[in-house]
């Protein structure tokens, strides 16, 4: 277990940034404020529309992601806000510590429950809850002396399994660890005193893949994860709407009693939960300091899994976000959250829309505005992501955003699935990367890209003019995007830089 990553100290501290690195945030966001009103300064004016249809879909494409961005910088704003002063820790006092797992490897579990085991400042009882009914599981869970759960109706995936614990077991509080989340022995000595105010359902920490420096795909994931755990989850725990993310979470078990546990229906049952709570008028609360280290997805078919896992889920859940009765603050900040799983469809709105006019001659925009748009749009466009990557005090990379976008189709499947009703199961994210050749999570993309190919090549070979080249221009960007993001499944030997530039952490407040 010498080499496992998990048991190295993180790299990544979740706190606010110190003060250079919020300043230079600020001027980033001043000058994509100033571009933004430019380039819709000059969008919106009535001479610019060409085909009205396909100007209508451009426009609802760039008010979705106005939307967003406004939203990001809504949240963000106080994410730098002190915290309140805690209360007295909590005495010392009881907490069962569930360590769901299903056909994960051994040597994966081990490492999370044998440090789970050895945790400090509170009463630990380890239950190790094995949905595979695995002789291996129940041995290890006897080498470590720790419980074993084993049910024998598996139904509701992780949530039912965790529900079953719960009737199993009755200490006050309850921490929950993915089975490749190994904790650090003061988790429960940073978390618990955040209970000692009332209504906390929940303490929620960061999750961190400590594998990102030795693998390119979870390096890319991770720095996706890091901009979440670091200015919007601190900004959403200041918006008191921060939501639980399934592993490395202590709960008050009164709180899930009160909402009748997990719920069983979805795939995002920590989403979910984290709504029906805060319904209640329970509060959530977030501690941004690493205190466990799992791994993130390590090939194209996990990062897949995981990801359509998520949009599923999330889509799914806007009707009861929308329905729900939450303030209007925390229902605007769970819709900002769900609805991040829509983006797909504006990607797949920028990559139509050249295609269709090479092809066709028909575009959004007006002939003598067509020429001009790249030079409207590509400030706007560069310096929105530029913001982007210097709020995350540069956790953001290239490789994070093209990730993202090669796998748009990801949102789009996920959303048509909601929409219809059809059912998802729950699929374990893989633990162990596949080192072959993955065709089949990469053909999306690729089909996609063959598409952009052609149809360049075919408006090249047609005419040269400049509204052609404009728009073979964008093409050419797009592919250079999706490939970048799919290209180590398609060559796995293919290695870009893992490790992700992390600031110091001395270069942030403690």
């Known amino acids: 277990m010498s080499d496992d990553p998990r ?37 919106l004016r009535p001479e610019r529309i060409g085909n009205p249809f396909l100007f209508g879909v451009l426009l609802v494409a760039e008010m979705f992601n106005v939307v967003q961005a406004l939203g990001f910088w809504w949240t963000c ?22 360590i769901p797992t299903y056909n994960e490897p051994v040597e994966v579990v081990a490492a999370t429950v044998a440090a789970a085991a050895r945790l400090r400042g509170a009463r630990v009882r380890v239950a190790l809850l094995d949905d595979g009914n695995r002789d291996a599981m129940k041995a290890l869970a006897t080498r470590l002396g720790v419980g074993y759960v084993r049910r024998t109706i598996h139904q509701g995936a992780k949530a039912g399994n ?15 660890l993915d089975c490749d989340h190994v904790p650090h022995p003061d988790i429960l000595v940073r ?3 955040h209970f000692g105010r009332e209504r906390v359902a929940f303490v929620q920490t960061p ?6 420096g030795t693998n390119t795909i979870a390096a890319a994931a991770w720095s996706q994860q890091a901009l979440f755990f670091g200015p919007i989850a601190r ?8 939501f639980c993310c399934g592993t490395n979470v202590v709960f008050r078990r009164d709180a899930l009693e009160d909402v009748g546990g997990f719920p069983e229906g979805s795939v995002t049952e920590d ?40 949009a599923r889920g999330c889509v799914g859940a806007i009707p009861s976000v929308v329905r729900s009765k939450l303030p209007l603050r925390q229902k605007l900040q769970y819709l900002l959250s769900a609805s991040y799983f829509l983006s797909g469809w504006t990607v797949a709105v920028y990559l139509a829309l050249p295609v269709i006019r090479i092809l066709t001659g028909v575009q959004p925009l007006s002939s003598s505005a067509a020429d001009g748009f790249l030079a409207a749009f590509a400030p706007y466009f560069a310096l929105a992501i530029a913001t982007v990557a210097s709020v995350g005090a540069g956790t953001y990379t290239f490789a994070a955003y093209s990730l993202a976008t090669s796998t748009f189709w990801i949102h789009i499947h996920a959303t048509c699935k909601a929409l219809f009703k059809r059912p998802s199961r729950f699929v374990v994210t893989p633990k162990h990367g ?54 180590t499944a398609i060559m796995p030997s293919l290695t870009f830089p893992a490790a992700v530039d992390e600031p110091r952490v001395d270069e942030l407040a403690a």
């Open 7 to 43: 048991l190295l100290p993180p790299t990544w501290n979740g706190g606010p940034p110190a003060r250079a690195v919020r300043v230079r945030a600020g001027i980033m966001a001043l000058l994509s404020s100033v571009a933004f009103v430019l380039y819709f300064a000059w969008l």
């Open 77 to 98: 704003v106080l994410s730098g806000r002190h915290r309140r002063p805690l209360p007295p820790p909590i005495a010392e006092t009881a907490v069962d510590v569930f």
């Open 162 to 176: 965790i529900n079953h614990a719960l009737e199993h077991t009755s200490a006050p509080f309850v921490l929950v």
């Open 191 to 193: 978390t618990l005193p």
């Open 207 to 212: 999750q961190y893949y400590a594998n990102a």
């Open 235 to 242: 900004g959403k725990a200041a918006h008191d709407s921060m």
């Open 271 to 310: 989403f979910e939960l984290s709504l029906r709570l805060h319904e209640l008028g329970w509060a959530s609360e977030y501690v941004p300091r690493v205190l466990a280290s799992g791994l993130g997805p390590e090939d194209l078919g996990s990062y897949v899994t995981q990801q359509h896992r998520w």
């Open 434 to 487: 596949d080192a072959v050749r993955q065709l089949k999570p990469a053909a999306p993309t690729l089909a996609v890209f063959a598409v952009l190919f052609l149809a360049a090549l075919y408006g090249l070979l047609r005419d040269q003019d400049p509204a052609t080249l404009n728009n073979v221009g964008f093409l050419v960007l797009h592919m250079c995007v999706l490939g970048h993001g799919v290209a």
